[in-house]
């Protein structure tokens, strides 16, 4: 079975600076799909990012975009020129190349301060 | 394009009645999924749909809880004789095709008291 681990419960960062979020999973597979999705207290699930396994350049989406390290099994998000619209909840989240559910991490709450 | 719907937003009930969560996929997607949220957890796989059938419920408990997608109409998560340990947050996502183009609703929070 997989597992996404976030190991930050809770992040700070300054308006316009920049922040990372780290990921980690476990699987035996070889092809799958990682995502970041955003939750604002709207709770809206909102796709932030998505990384092919097999690609090995890091996906970008304008200000947000991932360190993919698919040897050490890390999928981390920065996000730089933070705006307090970022603020939320960031989940990490796993998925097999032929499956059709996600595995998603416990979360890390993210706080953009003026 | 209306996106995915689900209603109510908000459900409180009694322990012991039922509750009925209910989704409307985006227009032309066929998959439908159901999540789950705890309070300050991630969101859990429950049930996969398929437009009459139900093709992955190994997230599903056993018991009272029974998942729909009809022909015709929403996707009804049915959940029978709530208990406290019900309350979450229940999220349906729709696609056109499996793993891709995944959409969210804003989800069902419930709360059984």
């Known amino acids: 079975a997989q597992t996404v681990t976030q190991s930050q419960p809770e992040m700070s960062v300054q308006e316009a600076e920049t922040v990372t979020l780290s990921c980690t999973y476990d699987?035996?597979?070889?092809?799958?799909?990682l995502f970041w999705y955003k939750q604002p207290p709207s709770r809206q699930m909102i796709l932030v990012i998505r990384q092919e396994a097999y690609k090995q350049q890091n996906a970008t989406e304008n200000r947000f975009s991932v360190n993919f390290q698919k040897a050490a099994k890390s999928f981390s998000l920065k996000i730089s020129d933070s705006q307090l619209g970022d603020t939320a909840m960031y989940f990490c989240?796993?998925?097999?190349?032929?499956?059709?559910?996600?595995?998603f991490g416990p979360g890390t709450r993210l706080s953009v301060l003026p | 394009n209306a996106g995915v719907m689900q209603n109510p937003r908000h459900l409180v009930r009694r322990r012991g009645q039922e509750a009925r969560l209910r989704c409307s996929p985006m227009?032309?997607?066929?998959?439908v999924y159901w999540y789950r949220q705890l309070p300050e957890e991630g969101l859990k796989f429950m049930v996969y749909?398929?437009?009459?059938?139900?093709?992955?419920e190994s997230g599903m408990p056993k018991e009272r809880f029974s998942a729909e997608f009809p022909k015709e109409g929403p996707s009804i998560l049915r959940i029978q004789q709530v208990v406290r340990g019900d309350s979450a947050a229940y999220f349906c996502?729709?696609?056109?095709?499996?793993?891709?183009?995944?959409?969210f609703g804003s989800g069902t929070r419930l709360t059984v008291v």
């Open positions: 227009k032309g997607h066929s998959h």
């Open positions: 699987t035996s597979e070889s092809n799958y799909y």
């Open positions: 989240a796993f998925m097999k190349q032929d499956g059709q559910n996600f595995v």
């Open positions: 996502a729709s696609s056109s095709d499996r793993n891709y183009g995944y959409t």
């Open positions: 749909l398929q437009k009459e059938n139900i093709i992955d």
